[in-house]
């Protein structure tokens, strides 16, 4: 089981940092809604002050929650709370059924990804970064909670690969900067 995971891993890794940053997500809604979070996106590229650049990622996050729907919000809220309380199962229950009302509100598989993750059902969370990043190609939340993900299971190459690419979005992202550093040299000791 745990080699089919690996090939599994491999193949959907391998499809996920080959494709290419977009500048906006196919399927951004309002021209309005998605101009500004090209705008922050930008932005967030050039800034080279950690703080300023955190304040612009808590902008981003902001238009990312905007579901358009009190039902959803009110789910997202639900599940939230749940899952800080450690019920994972009451959270993903209102989770799928965000996804299940709104398939295409990216922070919707997110939330599920890290509540999968949280869970260590690192299969399930994976699945849920793919739609998440399918949707939203420059999530960077996705990103590093992909990285993340390949760092627990000792994929130190794809996840160094999953952390260059979020501060290719986010380079001022202090853990991601972190990572990439400590992967670095730990691969270096071993001669990728």
Do not use: C
Not at 150 to 178: C, D, F, H, V, W
């Amino acid at each position: 089981m745990r080699n089919l995971f690996h090939v599994v891993t491999t193949a959907l890794v391998a499809t996920f940092l080959s494709l290419p940053i977009a500048l906006a997500s196919e399927d951004a809604g309002p021209a309005s809604e998605a101009s500004r979070l090209d705008k922050l996106f930008s932005d967030l590229k050039r800034e080279r002050n950690e703080k300023a650049a955190e304040r612009i990622a808590n902008q981003i996050w902001a238009e990312w929650r905007k579901s358009g729907s009190a039902s959803i919000d009110l789910m997202l809220q639900w599940s939230n709370e749940a899952a800080d309380k450690k019920k994972f199962d009451v959270a993903l229950d209102f989770l799928d059924q965000v996804i299940t009302l709104q398939p295409d509100f990216a922070e919707g598989w997110n939330r599920r990804a890290t509540v999968h993750f949280m869970m260590d059902n690192y299969a399930k969370s994976m699945a849920d970064i793919e739609h998440t990043l399918r949707l939203e190609p420059r999530h960077f939340g996705a990103l590093s909670g992909l990285a993340s993900i390949l760092k627990e299971t000792g994929r130190k190459e794809l996840a160094l690969n999953a952390y260059e690419r979020t501060l290719a979005i986010y380079p001022m992202m202090r853990n991601a900067q972190s990572q990439v550093a400590t992967l670095s040299d730990e691969l270096a000791g071993e001669g990728i």
